[in-house]
């Protein structure tokens, strides 16, 4: 039979692995905005890959109506963020410039600022306070980022 864990410890390895978790979303959005650009899309495949996004999203969505409480909610987040990026990536596809690779990572950052948000709504009230922080935290480093990384053609 399983021993059960301090509390106290069980909500410090739980915030250890949601900063790894931060931090390893953050390398990942980093990693994929900097890998270099392909040919755009042409108008038809950008059209229906759109529609393809748009109606897997639609049934992730329908996913989530079964659950209940801040567990719908925190599913809810998630499929809007995710449907929010694939279709930022996909524009970008569409049209690889700067600008588009740099809403990417908006995108990204305040998709996961959505999730952090409605998970945060999960935790007990003395830690609200610290995992909205911790949220915001993670969600300006997200941004920092890519005003950080030099331009192309700059000496």
Same mark, same amino acid.
């Given at each position: 039979?399983?021993?059960?864990?301090?509390?106290?410890?069980?909500?410090?390895?739980?915030?250890?692995?949601?900063?790894?978790?931060?931090?390893?979303?953050?390398?990942?959005?980093?990693?994929?905005?900097?890998?270099?650009?392909?040919?755009?899309?042409?108008?038809?495949?950008?059209?229906?890959?759109?529609?393809?996004?748009?109606?897997?999203?639609?049934?992730?969505?329908?996913?989530?109506?079964?659950?209940?409480?801040?567990?719908?909610?925190?599913?809810? +987040?998630?499929?809007?963020? /995710?449907? *929010?990026? !694939?279709? &930022?990536? $996909?524009?970008? @596809?569409?049209?690889?410039?700067?600008? +588009?690779?740099?809403?990417? /990572?908006? *995108?990204? !950052?305040? &998709?996961? $600022?959505?999730? @952090?948000?409605?998970?945060?709504?999960?935790?007990?009230?003395?830690?609200?306070?610290?995992? !909205?922080?911790?949220?915001?935290?993670?969600?300006?480093?997200?941004?920092?980022?890519?005003?950080?990384?030099?331009?192309?053609?700059?000496?």
């Amino acid at each position: 039979m399983r021993k059960r864990t301090d509390p106290a410890a069980h909500s410090a390895d739980h915030r250890v692995m949601k900063t790894w978790a931060v931090v390893a979303t953050a390398a990942i959005g980093v990693a994929v905005c900097t890998t270099p650009r392909a040919q755009g899309l042409g108008k038809t495949e950008y059209l229906a890959a759109r529609k393809t996004i748009e109606s897997d999203f639609r049934n992730a969505r329908i996913g989530c109506e079964p659950m209940a409480g801040s567990v719908r909610d925190i599913c809810m +987040a998630d499929v809007r963020g /995710r449907e *929010v990026v !694939a279709l &930022a990536e $996909l524009r970008a @596809a569409y049209d690889p410039t700067d600008e +588009a690779l740099m809403e990417v /990572r908006i *995108v990204k !950052a305040r &998709a996961s $600022l959505a999730v @952090a948000r409605a998970r945060c709504e999960d935790v007990p009230v003395h830690r609200k306070s610290a995992c !909205a922080s911790d949220a915001e935290r993670a969600h300006e480093a997200a941004l920092a980022s890519p005003k950080a990384l030099p331009k192309k053609g700059l000496p």
